[in-house]
């Protein structure tokens, strides 16, 4: 039943549901957080690594995850909620928190809107905050 979940959703985005892609949506779905190729790597070591890579970028294409960008070399994935489309309504802003080293969604934020000159078109947009998370800052300490 569980398999038929998954297998269903890749449908629904256009992906053939081979065993392999299975194994990798149902790894990513658990997450929480934004993982790297690498920290997928370490998870599905039966997968090879080329494939893994692959499969990754045929999801990113096909709206089952995003991408983010936080500058530190390598690209960054998020499950993308199950209705998304990423088109504009779904953007939402990221974090990177430069003591930790780990980027966060924020989901309920959405990017502000940039008016650009007419002849510029975009391509994607990728908006990332750069500064402590809140177990890195300390927040309630300085509450107090
Ligand atoms: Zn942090
Ligand atoms: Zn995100």
Redesign the pocket.
């Known amino acids: 039943m569980e398999t038929n979940r998954y297998s269903e959703r890749l449908e629904k985005h256009g992906i053939n549901p081979t065993a392999i892609r299975i194994l990798v949506l149902k790894s990513i779905s658990g997450k929480k957080e934004?993982f790297s190729l690498l920290d997928l790597e370490a998870e599905l070591e039966t997968i090879d690594k080329s494939t893994l890579f692959r499969t990754l970028v045929l999801f990113q294409q096909n709206k089952v995850v995003?991408s983010?960008d936080d500058g530190s070399g390598s690209l960054k994935y998020?499950v993308c909620d199950e209705e998304c489309d990423c088109t504009r309504e779904w953007l939402?802003v990221?974090f990177y928190c430069t003591k930790c080293k780990r980027a966060y969604?924020?989901?309920d934020i959405p990017i502000p809107s940039v008016d650009l000159p007419a002849e510029y078109v975009t391509d994607s947009i990728n908006y990332v905050i750069k500064g402590q998370c809140p177990g890195c800052s300390n927040f309630a300490n300085k509450l107090q």
């Open positions: 934004i995003h983010i998020s939402h990221h969604c924020l989901r």
